[in-house]
């Protein structure tokens, strides 16, 4: 009897320990990189509910042109996808067991990404990214040529004490807009309620654009004779930020974190005179009704449905948003039109500003642990690299290229896209202006071989297919995020990272975004919302303002008032825009132009003797300038 | 008397007592087969990592080994009752768990107590199965629900949720938007646990009721008790053991507040009022990957849990209640 209780126990225990081994096996997964014979592990965020196999002909046909490129026999991607809802969560869980793939996305900038940053776990790529070597011809050439294009700007967005720790993913910079009616401002034109047509909304003033909210409440935009419209939908709480962000800077204020002259430091936008000015003309459209009354709880999820139920004319937020809701709008209302522009101007004879995104969604990192060797890391630098070769970005962005397509008509009145051949996900077609876009196939089974491979992508050189849209605004959207850049703000601070506040943001967020709610909603007064402003310095924020300033003031590359305009107005020039020009500033552009950038960076040095050399002919230049201005500007509106 | 007996017993009787313990675990052996599992469950999944603890006195963040973190004693607890948030969340808790004892616990006693009393079989089944389905509605339909009554209209034109209609008409004020109320998320929140949990808290008072001896109503009817004075007199003092008990398993979960229903229902207006331990310890510990940090939030909550646990214990031990240990 006794051995059974014996065997009883031993198996018990043998149990227990495989138990255990197999949680601590769990727990350090990282496989060190295979540079023969590549086995790449990804972890990436989901959005659909089915993704991209990584034995899927998308997924193959990458690894095979990479392998190629590579010069090994085979190489293989395993993507680890995890849901986007609790995507940092995961990430974070993954470093703490120490489970390190060889590429890995990070979307939040957590303080323990900033700790791993400084404890030189993930791969300072500051010197790599820009790298040359010499070709076999002699020739100095960038080592990861796709890489060297990334830009400066959003670099230093993403880096921690001035080095950068990964390879971020490009985002539209110009992507702010605001959503319109056309046709409500076209019949309100009509009967005289307006003082404008549709076609100003380019050039339009914030005076113009309280008009217009105005009118789209009081004088029956939709001409059916009831009251039963609103000027903007706003969405309260966590998500004001976008619509009143853009309304601030519109209005002189900031982006988030600003210089003030009087005070001599970068300040947070809500310590700016304009930023209060903004926040008391909302309060009025408040009380007037001219924003949904039910702003202060009103989710980001439902903002579409007031103006998609034509109850309200307007949306301020990203302006692909137009391209969305012009899509769905059609089904409930065929004479709707809608339209989307940029920015309103403080006043007509002021340069305009937009508020700009970051420039990126998340960057990957390339974690040491797994990349113990700088021979590790090259290699998935040069990974990276062919990644974003057009090849393969329209690969993770659309699938595999098919020779034609046909639209198949359904019993229900939908259209079916049929891509020939089968196995292929989409079609060139040649739009009127001579670009091509890609219409793609709406096989289910299709569209699920590429479904997410688009967070692979980092989209740093462009691809000359753009995703194919029916209407027309689509077209106007891309204008806008080309105008939006040319005079765009940078947040002072977006590189900083201040412990207090990434130990507090939440609390500290709250506290402002809710007293800028209830000031806007009625719900308190200005002194309650100064007495709100001084709790959230009394709680962190003075601390946190003390913080940026110590990053700002040692910051060799950082953002002024002179940087922001003299950056503004280079792109200005480029695209020949030289309203907002001084003589002197077109002159060196030109200059400097007329040099190439090489010989711009070479001469850097003796810079002042050529700029006297230069000065007899700035008027000239000047002149040539105001001749191409003046040649561009019909093209502008 | 144990005391006592352990003290007389000698060395030869301490050998009669382990070969006496040794028949007696040959003899149930079966018995402690059954148990092996759960002992292991709880060595396995409860006692060993219980090590894990040690994580509260060192510097850690996710990507360090563990044993290469420095120590850093109570640095860590320091930091959360330092924290500029702890009075406020200290404040919040306390106010959800305190309102939930006062005005939830007792719902479910009486809400049994009046099941009990319903003598037509079929109608009180039927409602005994109604009350229970709340229980498993979905937090986020609860919540959804809850958007639904408190919703503000986008204009005045249009009809909101019908609470915020019936405000309206009370109170004249067109602009009432209760869900942008900060406080008013502590009676959100207690009407939501109440609306869904009552009838599923009953289960456990109708079984204590249902274990009450028969014989003592019978006699009580003889004597000429009323219906009410044998509730008052027979099934409540009944059941006063079961309430007990469940009442101090509740005092050791007083700082905790769920959390799904919470981050369901919070947004920046109310955060100041709802944020609470488990909440914040979410944001800042696994969202930002703090584990040092809420893993002492965590220890600090248990050991308060065994503080209350063991008062309200020998509360009920002193009012001459059988405890729970």
Redesign the interface.
């Known amino acids: 009897m006794k051995h059974i209780w014996k065997r009883i126990v031993s198996v018990a225990m043998a149990g227990a320990m495989g138990i255990m081994a197999m949680g601590l096996t769990a727990c350090s997964d990282t496989v060190i990189l295979d540079m023969e014979n590549p086995v790449i592990t990804v972890m990436l965020p989901t959005f659909q509910t089915v993704s991209a196999d990584e034995e899927g002909p998308v997924v193959e046909e990458i690894e095979r042109y990479v392998a190629e490129k590579m010069g090994v026999p085979n190489l293989e991607f395993e993507l680890k996808w995890a849901a986007n809802s609790n995507y940092g969560e995961k990430v974070t869980a993954a470093m703490g067991a120490g489970n390190w793939p060889h590429v890995m996305l990070i979307t939040e900038r957590t303080s323990t990404i900033i700790q791993n940053s400084r404890a030189g776990n993930f791969w300072d790529l500051t010197d790599e990214l820009k790298a040359t070597t010499t070709d076999e011809n002699g020739e100095t050439v960038y080592k990861y040529p796709n890489l060297a294009e990334t830009d400066d700007m959003i670099n230093h967005n993403i880096s921690v004490d001035g080095r950068i720790y990964g390879l971020y993913r490009a985002r539209e910079i110009g992507r702010a807009g605001v959503t319109v009616r056309d046709d409500w401002i076209d019949n309100l034109h009509a009967k005289g309620a307006l003082s404008f047509g549709s076609d100003h909304i380019n050039d339009i003033t914030l005076d113009e654009f309280e008009e217009m909210l105005y009118a789209f409440k009081d004088d029956d935009p939709d001409g059916d004779g009831q009251n039963n419209t609103y000027g903007m939908v706003v969405a309260g709480a966590d998500y004001i930020a976008g619509p009143l962000n853009n309304l601030v800077v519109w209005n002189g204020a900031p982006n988030a974190w600003g210089y003030s002259e009087e005070e001599g430091k970068i300040l947070p936008d809500y310590m700016f005179p304009e930023y209060e000015e903004m926040i008391t003309r909302m309060r009025k459209w408040k009380a007037d009704g001219v924003i949904n009354r039910d702003m202060d709880t009103f989710s980001s999820t439902n903002w579409d449905n007031p103006f998609l139920q034509s109850q309200a004319g307007a949306i301020i937020d990203v302006a692909d948003r137009a391209r969305r809701v012009a899509n769905n709008i059609k089904d409930l209302n065929p004479n709707a039109v809608v339209d989307v522009f940029g920015f309103a101007r403080k006043s007509a004879d002021q340069e305009p500003v937009t508020l700009p995104t970051t420039g990126y969604s998340g960057y990957f990192v390339l974690p040491v642990a797994s990349l113990p060797t700088e021979a590790h890391r090259d290699f998935m630098l040069k990974v990276m690299d062919i990644l974003n070769d057009t090849y393969v970005s329209d690969l993770l962005n659309y699938g595999i290229v098919g020779t034609a397509y046909e639209e198949v008509k359904n019993a229900d009145g939908s259209t079916d896209i049929k891509v020939d051949p089968p196995t292929a996900h989409y079609a060139i077609i040649e739009n009127p202006d001579g670009t091509k876009s890609a219409i793609k196939s709406t096989d289910q089974a299709r569209v699920n071989e590429y479904n997410d491979l688009n967070q692979f992508g980092m989209g740093y050189v462009t691809s000359e297919i753009t995703t194919y849209y029916s209407t027309q605004v689509a077209k106007t959207v891309n204008d806008v995020y080309q105008t939006n850049k040319l005079y765009k703000l940078p947040n002072y601070a977006e590189a900083y990272i201040s412990p207090t506040y990434s130990r507090h943001s939440t609390q500290l967020d709250a506290i402002m975004s809710s007293a800028t709610t209830k000031y806007i909603s009625g719900a308190i007064d200005l002194d309650a919302w100064y007495a709100e402003r001084d709790r959230w310095l009394d709680q962190g924020g003075q601390k946190v303002i003390d913080e940026m300033n110590e990053f700002y003031e040692a910051d060799t590359d950082k953002v002024t008032a002179e940087s922001i305009r003299k950056d503004n107005h280079k792109v200005q020039f480029e695209e020949g825009v030289m309203q907002w020009l001084t003589p002197e500033e077109a002159a060196e552009f030109q200059r400097e132009a007329d040099l190439g950038p090489e010989a711009a960076a070479e001469t850097e040095a003796p810079a002042e003797e050529v700029l006297e050399g230069a000065a007899e002919t700035v008027e000239d230049a000047a002149a040539a300038a105001d001749a191409k201005a003046q040649a561009e500007k019909p093209s502008m509106n | 008397m144990a005391k006592t007996q352990k003290a007389a017993l000698s060395a030869q009787d301490k050998a009669a007592a382990k070969a006496k313990t040794w028949t007696k675990l040959?003899r149930d052996?079966w018995m402690y087969?059954l148990l092996?599992p759960g002992t292991?469950y709880f060595?396995?999944f409860k006692i060993?990592p219980m090590w894990g603890v040690l994580i509260a006195f060192k510097d850690y963040?996710?990507?360090?080994?563990f044993l290469k973190a420095p120590w850093i004693g109570f640095d860590n607890f320091i930091d959360f009752f330092s924290d500029?948030?702890f009075w406020q969340l200290l404040r919040n808790t306390l106010i959800i768990s305190l309102m939930n004892l006062i005005f939830f616990f007792p719902l479910p006693i009486i809400l049994a107590l009046l099941l009990n009393e319903i003598r037509v079989q079929w109608y009180k089944k039927a409602l005994q199965t109604l009350v229970y389905v709340p229980h498993f509605v979905s937090m986020v339909v609860v919540t959804s629900i809850t958007f639904m009554l408190l919703?503000?209209?986008?204009?005045?034109?249009a009809t909101?949720g019908i609470i915020t209609e019936l405000a309206r008409k009370l109170t004249g004020n067109?602009?009432v938007?209760i869900?942008?109320n900060g406080p008013a998320i502590y009676w959100i929140l207690l009407l939501q646990s109440i609306w869904k949990e009552t009838g599923w808290g009953t289960i456990i008072f109708l079984a204590a009721i249902a274990g009450v001896d028969v014989e003592q109503y019978e006699a009580a009817i003889v004597d000429g008790a009323s219906r009410f004075q044998q509730l008052i007199y027979i099934t409540f003092p009944a059941i006063m053991g079961t309430i007990v008990t469940m009442f101090i398993l509740r005092m050791g979960s007083v700082l905790d507040t769920g959390f799904e229903q919470i981050i369901l229902m919070q947004?920046?207006?109310n955060?100041?009022y709802s944020?609470t331990f488990d909440t914040y310890v979410y944001?800042?510990g696994?969202?930002?990957?703090?584990?040092g940090y809420s893993t002492a939030v965590g220890l600090f909550k248990s050991i308060i849990s065994i503080i209350c646990i063991q008062t309200a214990n020998r509360a009920a031990k002193k009012a001459g209640q059988t405890g729970l240990f």
């Open positions: 040959k052996k087969l092996l292991l060595i396995i060993i963040f996710a990507g360090v080994s500029v948030s919703k503000t209209p986008a204009m005045e034109s909101g067109p602009d938007n869900l942008a947004n920046a207006i955060r100041e944020e944001q800042y696994r969202v930002e990957g703090n584990y």
